[in-house]
């Protein structure tokens, strides 16, 4: 499941830009999707080591690493559990969930906080268990994301991502290790997202190539506003894109005000990462 990949680097005919790249992520797979898919990647490669067969993971009732695990499971023949965040609900993505076969336990907002602490409450004694950290977030999770650097036939003087845990961006910089004239570009989707910084520097070190734009959350965690949703018909229509109002929306808006901002150039060579996760548009129909 982890061989082949389908990821191209495609150029956007989109003004004011004369050299913007996508690089898309969103292609490999429809469930194992964009940066879920880098950040299994190695996990299950761990867990296949250690001969465990139970994925244990955590997440929001939108979450798309809730959906890629359960899709890898199933198609791993593995077993697969989930913690989900907040009261029982029903949508989409847990649907997808519960038909590869995913068990889902919803726990309260405090009980969620501490995630060791429910693994060892169900799963101590359970030898066949495997911790995987909400998002995927882990050492694994940062060298299947750095992987996508390799990839790159071309030098960018800027690479963007959009981030939650930061995981993805950590990877991305530990990539770009070798090419000191990149500028990493980190687009947070959650407010007072301060803690990102320290957070990708506990895997990476301290860099000068990290900026991160805290202004584009929209509000917070899936959060949106009429501007961003003009901007994701306008976008998606003018490039045949599809982008999720979650994360990648986000990205493309920062990118476009940065320009405007003058702080990125329309001449600039410029690489925006698609990570996938489309299937956020389901928990966003009414908004469109
Ligand atoms: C999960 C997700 C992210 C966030 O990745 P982190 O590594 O947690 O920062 C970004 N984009 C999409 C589409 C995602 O599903």
């Known amino acids: 499941?982890?061989?082949?990949?389908?990821?191209?680097?495609?150029?956007?005919?989109?003004?004011?830009?004369?050299?913007l790249f996508v690089k898309r992520d969103d292609l490999i797979d429809p469930y194992i999707s964009g940066n879920k898919w880098r950040k299994l990647?190695?996990?299950?490669?761990?867990?296949?080591?250690?001969?465990?067969?139970h994925l244990v993971t955590f997440g929001g009732a939108f979450s798309n690493h809730l959906v890629a695990t359960a899709a890898a499971a199933a198609r791993a023949k593995l077993k697969a559990t989930a913690f989900v965040r907040g009261e029982e609900v029903q949508n989409e993505m847990l649907l997808l969930c519960k038909l590869w076969g995913m068990r889902l336990i919803f726990v309260d907002r405090?009980?969620?906080r501490d995630?060791?602490?429910?693994?060892?409450?169900?799963?101590?004694?359970?030898e066949d268990a495997f911790f995987i950290d909400e998002g995927g977030a882990?050492?694994?999770a940062v060298k299947g994301c750095a992987e996508i650097i390799d990839e790159?036939?071309?030098?960018?003087?800027?690479?963007?991502?959009?981030?939650?845990?930061?995981?993805?961006?950590?990877?991305?910089l530990k990539g770009l290790q070798n090419f000191a004239n990149t500028q990493l570009h980190v687009v947070p989707v959650l407010k007072d997202a301060g803690f990102i910084q320290p957070e990708i520097e506990k895997y990476?070190?301290?860099?000068?190539?990290?900026?991160?734009?805290?202004?584009?959350?929209?509000?917070?965690?899936?959060?949106?506003n009429t501007e961003l949703i003009t901007f994701i018909k306008y976008f998606v229509s003018q490039t045949g894109?599809?982008?999720d109002p979650v994360y990648t929306a986000k990205m493309f808006f920062a990118i476009g005000d940065l320009q405007k901002k003058g702080i990125i150039q329309a001449d600039d060579k410029i690489l925006a990462l698609h990570t996938g996760g489309l299937l956020g548009l389901m928990g966003m129909k009414n908004r469109f």
Do not use: W
């Not at 990647?41 to 067969?53: I, P």
């Not at 790159?152 to 991305?172: K, R, V």
């Open 1 to 19: 499941m982890f061989e082949k990949l389908n990821s191209p680097i495609e150029k956007l005919n989109l003004a004011p830009f004369n050299q």
């Open 41 to 53: 990647k190695f996990l299950l490669a761990k867990a296949a080591a250690e001969k465990k067969n």
């Open 110 to 112: 405090i009980r969620y």
């Open 115 to 126: 995630k060791r602490e429910l693994f060892d409450q169900h799963f101590l004694n359970d």
């Open 138 to 140: 882990s050492a694994e």
């Open 152 to 172: 790159l036939d071309n030098h960018y003087q800027h690479i963007f991502c959009a981030a939650g845990t930061g995981t993805t961006a950590a990877g991305l």
């Open 204 to 224: 990476t070190g301290k860099s000068n190539q990290l900026f991160i734009h805290l202004d584009y959350h929209f509000g917070g965690y899936a959060k949106v």
């Open 241 to 243: 894109i599809l982008v």
